[in-house]
């Protein structure tokens, strides 16, 4: 079962535009967590933020946690063609849980 | 440092006819973590291994999918035999802790 749902399901924009996705998920959580996949390829961390962090900073990223909506943030600033993939979202209810990944926003990003 | 290696990645077999992944995680990982992907989806949990045991198996459909680590390394997952729906990518990762995970490229599988 999918806890987190993705908002967009895909999102095309212009390289040096700001990219938006958003997470929102159903139960209490320890932690949230963002991954990256390309194409064919594996899924590799961006960023984690626990149930006590509002926002997190990693270079072009930045992620936004609201408990009270449940619901989660993804920016990438000033986009490049190689941000191009899949961002999924994905939840852990415990500190010692299983992770519970969406179904992802398919980013577009044109030269 | 080598990432989480997979083999093979991509793999074509009949229905009904056997097949096994294998997965090498990070050194030291003691947390090992096979997904199933289906086309637009994000990654479920098959099983997830501490060492060589799996603390977690709830959602490995046992008729057919075995997976083993022996020795608390190295995990190879199995299906016999493979149906149509079984066509996805499978995901190997592993975690030095349970928290981020690295994961490997996959095999993909197509069942015909």
């Known amino acids: 079962s999918q806890q987190g749902e993705e908002d967009p399901q895909a999102l095309s924009i212009q390289e040096g535009e700001n990219a938006t996705m958003n997470c929102s998920y159903k139960?209490?959580?320890?932690?949230l967590q963002w991954y990256r996949q390309n194409s064919g390829r594996g899924l590799v961390h961006l960023i984690l933020i626990r149930s006590n962090e509002r926002e997190k900073h990693s270079g072009r990223l930045r992620v936004t946690l609201d408990t009270s909506k449940k619901s989660s943030s993804l920016l990438i600033t000033a986009s490049r063609a190689a941000d191009t993939a899949s961002y999924f979202c994905a939840t852990r209810r415990g500190s010692q849980g299983n992770l519970i990944f969406g179904k992802g926003t398919k980013l577009s990003v044109k030269p | 440092e080598a990432g989480v290696v997979q083999s093979p990645r991509y793999k074509i077999i009949e229905k009904k006819q056997p097949v096994a992944f294998w997965c090498n995680p990070i050194s030291g990982h003691n947390t090992l973590y096979w997904y199933l992907q289906n086309l637009g989806q994000g990654p479920e949990l098959l099983i997830r291994?501490?060492?060589?045991?799996?603390?977690?198996d709830s959602q490995l459909p046992k008729d057919r999918f075995s997976a083993e680590r022996l020795k608390g390394v190295d995990s190879t997952l199995k299906i016999q035999p493979a149906e149509l729906g079984d066509s996805a990518v499978y995901l190997c990762?592993?975690?030095?802790?349970?928290?981020?995970?690295?994961f490997g490229p996959g095999t993909r599988l197509t069942v015909l």
């Open positions: 139960t209490s959580i320890n932690n």
């Open positions: 990762a592993s975690s030095p802790r349970d928290n981020e995970q690295f």
């Open positions: 291994y501490e060492n060589e045991e799996a603390v977690d």
